[in-house]
T-cell receptor
Framework: GNSVTQMEGPVTLSEEAFLTINCTYT??????LFWYVQYPGEGLQLLLK?????DKGSNKGFEATYRKETTSFHLEKGSVQVSDSAVYFC???????????FGSGTKLNVKP | EAQVTQNPRYLITVTGKKLTVTCSQN?????MSWYRQDPGLGLRQIYY???????DKGDVPEGYKVSRKEKRNFPLILESPSPNQTSLYFC????????????FGPGTRLTVL
C-alpha cells in the first residue's frame, strides 16, 4: 500500500539551529512528494515539492531532496526562526492527481 | 484572491442530527477533496471529486456523503453524525495539471456530543 511515515514530535529547537524532519514513504509507483506547513489555527500551505527522483524542492530556506533509493524526503533548514514554529506534514501523491497520503505531522517549536 | 472557503468554521451538534459543511473555491479547479485531521493520524482523505458529478471514496468515507453539482462547490454531508466524527475537517482544491498546487480551506472544527 501507500503510506508516509514522519518522525514524531514535538521538535524543540533554539533560534538559528539546524532543522531536520525525517520522512520516508511507501508507494506503488512513482509518487510526487510534498511538504506542507500548518500554522496555528490555519489550513495547510504547500511549502515545497518534488516530482521525480533526485529533484530538490526548496522554499523559504527549507529544502528536501527526493531520494528514491532510500524512499525518503527529509526536510531541512539551516537556521530556523521563531516564525517557523508550526506543524509540518509530509505527503505523497500518485498518478490519480487527487489521491494524497499524509504523514501524521511533526510539530516544531522554535525558542528565541 | 485565490481562496477555498468553508462554513461553518466551528460547529457543535448532537448525535444523529444531520449537518452539512460547505466548501467553495474560486479558482475554477477540477479537483476537490475533503480531509479530516486527528491527533497522531495526520490528514486522512474522506472523499474526492475529479469534476462535476464525479466523486470517489478516499480512505475514510464511512458516515459521510458528498456531492458535486457545481464546479466551485463540494459540500460534505453527515447524515447521522456520531461522536467519532468529532474532528477538524479541511476542504482542498487543485487544478487538473499534474504539478498544480493543492489549496486548503481554513478548516471546520466539528464536535458531536
Amino acid at each position: 500500500g501507500n503510506s508516509v511515515t514522519q518522525m514524531e514530535g514535538p521538535v524543540t529547537l533554539s533560534e538559528e539551529a539546524f532543522l531536520t524532519i525525517n520522512c520516508t514513504y511507501t508507494a506503488t509507483g512513482y509518487p510526487s512528494l510534498f511538504w506542507y506547513v500548518q500554522y496555528p489555527g490555519e489550513g495547510l500551505q504547500l511549502l515545497l515539492k518534488a516530482t521525480k527522483a533526485d529533484d530538490k524542492g526548496s522554499n523559504k530556506g527549507f529544502e528536501a531532496t527526493y531520494r528514491k533509493e532510500t524512499t525518503s524526503f527529509h526536510l531541512e533548514k539551516g537556521s530556523v526562526q521563531v516564525s517557523d514554529s508550526a506543524v509540518y506534514f509530509c505527503a505523497l501523491n500518485l498518478y490519480n492527481f487527487n489521491k494524497f497520503y499524509f504523514g501524521s505531522g511533526t510539530k516544531l517549536n522554535v525558542k528565541p | 484572491e485565490a481562496q477555498v472557503t468553508q462554513n461553518p468554521r466551528y460547529l457543535i451538534t448532537v448525535t444523529g442530527k444531520k449537518l452539512t459543511v460547505t466548501c467553495s473555491q474560486n479558482m475554477n479547479h477540477e479537483y476537490m477533496s475533503w480531509y479530516r485531521q486527528d491527533p497522531g493520524l495526520g490528514l486522512r482523505q474522506i472523499y474526492y471529486s475529479m469534476n462535476v458529478e464525479v466523486t470517489d471514496k478516499g480512505d475514510v468515507p464511512e458516515g459521510y456523503k458528498v456531492s458535486r453539482k457545481e464546479k466551485r462547490n463540494f459540500p460534505l454531508i453527515l447524515e447521522s453524525p456520531s461522536p467519532n466524527q468529532t474532528s477538524l475537517y479541511f476542504c482542498a482544491s487543485r487544478g487538473a495539471g499534474g504539478k498544480d498546487t493543492q489549496y486548503f480551506g481554513p478548516g471546520t472544527r466539528l464536535t458531536v456530543l
